[in-house]
């Protein structure tokens, strides 16, 4: 309902196209620039704790937005106000509303469990609009803003109720803000399946977005419809999602997640093509239910596929990034359609970002995604413990690790291959520097090393490993030669002598 109702009151207030696109861009922006810090605070405080807060925070916005449209002092620029704060709460609250989804559930049922939460939404979605064109015809514009507030005041008493901790205990202090962020950026930087997700993702949503954008002014002018026919379009939306959710987990089973995406993409683009051709209302509400079913396909593989490639340490950094992405592209393609669709108009534009989603297709089809919940993240704790002379203050650094390695000169190349893919591993869990040198007097003897920034965040790389990673450490080890572990030296930063 909020979101039919501030789109409408955009376009109520005023006839430009940008205007009525900066709305979900005022929406988005929010999520693009705080989603990673949001993500990093999620992974370093009580997840409960940081949602009762924000909840309370957009419930006071909600009442506020509601009087200022009862009492009429609302205008395109507060209202673009107020939708920045209720998109700055969105930011901080959704990685970790999707961080605590594997908390509920155990893994193998962790796509189901997405999915059941994309129904939840969409039924939201798709009830919602509906009342919502009803509600503002009734009662008028303040009255879906203030049935917002109440809404959160319920989501606050579940909150309270709930009683579940904040995730896995931690045998180590919490991460400092900023180095949570690096952290965050860096994993994503060198997790392959992680990357290729948000390759993906932007290019989907930097099309997909442009129907959002422009969807208030595709009823009004192109299909000749007034806020109840808004709001059934937007109702159509989720109940093709809803519908497609039904159906998602036998259409994997059938395609998998990566044609999966692919043709919710096609749909996608074929839903512009609709829009931008036909004035018909029926016609409409059919490529609603379509472009409903094409985002949830696209949506929900996408975030099974972040899921699946993070570890519980950056599980919220990580589905940041996914919203960065996400949310970016909104915010980006709302301006950017808006925009264009005031220079040439809304059917060109819609053609436009077709051709731009059925292009995407071939471009990013060589980023893989995965669907795989067999993969085991849980931390292995097989490293062995460095030997130390004495106890070592755990802020003390940058500290440098060493692993000399014996193998046959004929398997250099191999074993290379293997380094490589490994060394992403020693970045990913927290190495700002790694490489890898052969001696020239001993062929066949190689030198490993790799720098982290303290002691303690040495200890937490013992705590990031993962059972996965073991298998990726055997393809390293069947090179090397002889039965023990490879030597591994851990050198430390000497104090700076204190000045006389």
Known sequence: MHDLSAGWLMATLTPSPLLVASVQAATTLPVFLFALPAGALADIVDRRRLLLIVKIILTIVAIAMSLSVYLNFMNPWLLLIFTLLMGTGAAFIAPAWQAIVPQLVPRPELQQ???????????????????GGLVIAVVGLWAPFMLNAISFIFVIGVLIWWKAGSGEARALPAERFTGAIRAGLRYTRESGPVRNTLYRAIGFFLFATCYWALLPLIARDLLKGGPSYYGLLLASIGGGAVLAALGLPKLKKILGPNKVVATGSAGTALVLVIFAMSSNQIAGLGASMLAGASWLAVLSS???????????????????????????????????????????????????????????????????????????????????????????????????????????????????????????TRRRDGAFSWGIFEDVSAPGRFLEYFLVDSWLEHERQHHRVTEADIEIEKQVMQYHLGETRPIARHLIAPTPPKSQ
Do not use: C
Request: glycine content about 10%.
């Open 113 to 131: 469990a997405i999915a059941l939460n994309s129904v939840g939404i969409n039924i939201s979605r798709a009830i919602g609009p509906a009342v």
């Open 302 to 424: 996408l975030n099974v596929s972040t899921q699946l490639a993070l570890p519980e340490w950056v599980r919220a950094r990580g589905l940041s990034m996914l919203l960065t992405v996400y949310f970016g592209a909104m915010a980006g393609g709302s301006v950017i359609w808006g925009n264009i669709a005031g220079q040439i108009g809304v059917p060109t534009t819609l053609l436009i970002a077709a051709g731009g989603a059925a292009l995407a297709i071939p471009i990013t089809w060589r980023w893989k995604i995965i669907a795989d919940p067999s993969i085991d993240l849980t931390p292995s704790f097989h490293w062995p413990v460095p030997v130390m002379a004495s106890e070592i203050e755990e802020d003390r650094g940058p500290v440098m690790v060493t692993v000399e390695y014996q193998i046959d000169p004929k398997n250099r190349e191999a074993f290379q291959s293997a380094m490589e893919n490994y060394g992403h």
